[in-house]
């Protein structure tokens, strides 16, 4: 149920991130900011609307968007996408699009304290796990 994402959450580890961001594009230094932020990533999910807000010492970002309506989103990264969030089943699932390419961020807790992000783009596939706050 979305329910169970929302709330507060602390970045606990990454897995293969650092590839990711080189497929998506990401430049070396931004790569290195990404890669020892700690962000706190909060979650509201309330029926169809969702607001995400992902804070670190380097940037705050937020994301209002209403689930399975397309919206023109700008990534921390500065990639200007299409994109959609959808429910499939328990899990949240983002589709970013552009000049070509496609990610998609999955988002589902994984017992009660541990929120997992798998990042895909082609055969890249990265996971950050956080715990609840």
């Known amino acids: 149920m979305a329910t169970k ?3 507060t959450w602390n970045i606990k580890n990454s897995e293969n991130f650092d590839e990711y961001m080189k497929a998506i594009g990401v430049g070396a230094g931004l790569r290195k900011l990404g890669n020892t932020a700690k ?3 909060t979650i509201e999910i309330n029926g169809s609307a969702i607001k995400m807000k992902s804070k670190s010492t380097a940037r705050t970002m937020t994301t ?3 689930l399975d309506q397309e919206w023109d989103e700008e990534t921390a990264d500065g990639r200007k996408c299409k994109s959609i ?3 499939e089943g328990d899990k949240l ?12 961020l999955t988002r589902y807790v994984d017992g009660d304290n541990l929120l ?3 990042c895909v783009l082609g055969d890249i596939v990265s996971k ?4 609840r706050a």
């Open 39 to 41: 962000p706190v990533l």
């Open 5 to 7: 994402l929302n709330g």
């Open 64 to 66: 209002e968007c209403t």
């Open 128 to 131: 950050r796990t956080y715990e």
């Open 85 to 87: 969030m959808v429910m």
């Open 93 to 104: 699932v983002q589709r970013q699009k552009w000049e070509g390419k496609e990610s998609i």
């Open 116 to 118: 997992q992000i798998e």
